[in-house]
């Protein structure tokens, strides 16, 4: 095959599916803010992603925060600036590990989920019953959970931003000696608000983007169990490109 | 007597992906109160021609219309989505919801009735297709095939609609069970007057629910008549298919 033809046509192929997924995030968008509106559905999706995700968040923050602040003080020590570590620990959890890191989980967790769950509900004709139940997909299936997705986030990630600094706090106090009030009011010095707040940002951005691609896979799912599958692979992978991408386009905006 | 179209397929032209049509310029009228099913091999076309009616697939071509009017797919305001009720080949109820719930969904969600009284017309309608209560709380996972396609049917019917679509009612049934759908199929399109569409590969059902018969081939309308005339219609192609004969024989 001709290498031109070939790039061409994966080309072209990106873009039809970009343009598909900015349709689908349009429709979504519309849904948001037309009633009907499912309340219970959207409970139901903030007790899942959220609630059920703490675990996760929790564990992974925890030990990334802990090996963060290992890393800092043994390179921090090689210019005799260990103190730094929980400035360091702080705003690396705050601004960038603590959103990207819970995303990339819920990535996992929460949109291959979503894309398995939805994707099986159109292959056994579920998605076309809604249909003829005169109930809108769209509204009934997609937006509580994208919804949910960035309500969601911001509040994982701040705990997870607690759980991390404290891993970071554990470690600096158990294993390097470190003074705790001191340690505490670094951190809690150091920190502006902005760091804070930023942060959360991304979170709603990321959780905005897991929700959606976990719906996108999902609600166009073709063959049967092997779509599915190929569905939750799909979602996870593209959340993930997805969330590098957004945060590395935030991060510039927000420095 | 002039009978009232009530859904017409006019020139309906349905294509996936450059291939050749699934739907090529098909015809057909389903009258009023009346019961047609639709046969046809497999890949002709059948399931097609239902979801077009349903508003799930759009034509490239041609329009369904329901009382004159054309579907809609997507609109609210769509002519058919008011007044159909739809038994899917799997069921296709809500495993995350209890059987009541599946039967009431649409006077919860789109009727928006109180809880209560959803429940005593879910409870109603699964009494109109022979099931227990005891069955309302239960998940669709519990439910053995032939209570599933019961539930699925007090789901269909629990709006009084005026059209029902029954796709592919029998299959995967044991005869008996098979037997009991479509006794209550026929029932129920009796007690509703409803106007009923049915695809179907199953004879035997054909014959008990049917009042006009209609088979596709190559996306269009190879022959269309009444019930009693299937049988004895003139052309070979639907005398084999009715009779469960290969071309070789």
Sequence with gaps: MNPLRAIGAGLIALLRSAGAVALFAGQTLAALVRPPYFAGQLAQQIFKIGFLSLPVVGLTALFTGAALALNIYTGGSRFNAESFVPNIVAMGIVRELGPVIASLMLAGRVSSGIAAEIGAMRATEQIDALHTLATDPMRYLIAPRVLAGVLVLPVLVATADIIGIYGGFLVSVHTLDFNPTIYVRNTWDFLSDWDIISGLIKAAVFGFILTLMGCYHGFYAQGGAQGVGRAATNAVVAAAVLIFAANFLLTSLFV | MTERVKIAWKNVTVGFDGRKPVLNGLDLEAYEGRSLVVIGG????????????????????????????????????????????????????????????????????????????????????????????????????????????????????????????????????????????????????????ATAVSITHDMVSMHHIADDVAMVKDGQILWRGSLDGVDSCANDEVCRFVRGESSED
């Design chain 2, 42 to 193: 497999s890949g002709t076309g059948k399931s097609v021609t239902l979801k077009t009616a349903l508003g799930l697939i759009r034509p490239q071509k041609g329009c369904v219309e329901i009382d004159g009017k054309p579907v809609r797919p997507g609109h609210e305001d769509d002519p058919g989505v008011a007044q159909i009720g739809m038994l899917f080949q799997s069921g296709a109820l809500f495993d995350s919801l209890p059987i009541w719930k599946n039967v009431a969904f649409r006077l919860l969600h789109a009727e928006h009735i109180s809880e209560d009284e959803a429940r005593t017309r879910a409870l109603e309608a699964l009494d109109q297709v022979d099931l227990d209560a005891h069955v309302a709380d239960q998940r669709p996972g519990s439910l053995s095939g032939g209570m599933l396609k019961r539930a699925a049917l007090a789901r269909a019917i629990v709006a009084r609609p005026k059209i029902l679509f029954f796709d592919e009612p029998t299959t995967g049934l044991d005869p008996v069970t098979a037997d009991v759908i479509n006794k209550l199929i026929v029932r129920q399109v009796k007690n509703l007057g």
